[in-house]
């Protein structure tokens, strides 16, 4: 039967491993779990970080001269021509 989790080792120093240990128990929480929250939280944070800096740029660029109105008839545009592109054999 094929695994259905994958397994990594890591290294903690002694007073970070007490640390997670101590979280673990007081949570009633596997380490397991503990890390892929912490994971999760990591890679949430920096798709925020990039989401920011895009807007941000966009902001500096006075998003290339598009208005909201702009973005909504350019996404139309860009569903129809998509929706003709399958069509065609």
Partial sequence: MQRTTRQFTISLPPDL????????????????ELFR????TYRA????????????????????GYTPDDVEDLVHQTRKEEARRRRRP
């Fill in 17 to 32: 491993a007490e640390q997670v240990t101590a979280v673990a128990k007081a949570e009633s929480r596997t380490i397991s």
């Fill in 37 to 40: 929250e912490a994971f999760r």
């Fill in 45 to 64: 944070g920096r798709v925020r970080a990039l989401l920011d800096a895009s807007q941000q740029a966009g902001r500096q660029n006075r998003h290339m």
